[in-house]
């Protein structure tokens, strides 16, 4: 992973920290619970389903920051314009893209 950390005093989700805090700690429980599914050699459909629950979890995350991003990043940056307009646009569109890929 890159680092990508910029100067901004505060990111987009920082108003929402709490709420995503709380909601990537129910993911890394079901997480350890599918750990747990595998080593009791639970049912394959069963950790399957699992498994698709924590994806979905992970995505409404990632498009949740996504959209902060977008909403605050990326609006102050067109609001100043220029390269670092520029940049932001470039940024969240190749974010958008590994989204799509994954």
């Given at each position: 992973m890159t680092?990508?950390?910029h100067t901004h005093e505060s990111h987009?989700?920082?108003?929402?920290?709490?709420?995503?805090?709380?909601?990537?700690?129910?993911?890394?429980?079901?997480?350890r619970g599918i750990h747990r599914m595998v080593d009791e050699e639970k049912y394959c459909i069963d950790i399957l389903?699992?498994?698709?629950?924590?994806?979905?979890?992970?995505e409404s995350v990632a498009l949740?920051?996504?959209?902060?991003?977008?909403?605050?990043?990326?609006?102050?940056?067109?609001v100043r314009g220029g390269v670092e307009a520029d940049e932001k646009i470039k940024e969240a569109s190749e974010?958008?893209?590994?989204?799509?890929?994954s």
């Open positions: 680092d990508t950390s987009g989700y920082i108003t929402d920290k709490d709420k995503y805090l709380a909601r990537l700690r129910r993911i890394e429980g079901q997480t389903t699992q498994i698709s629950a924590l994806t979905s979890a992970l949740g920051l996504l959209d902060d991003h977008l909403k605050h990043c990326v609006v102050d940056a067109a974010a958008i893209a590994r989204l799509v890929r």
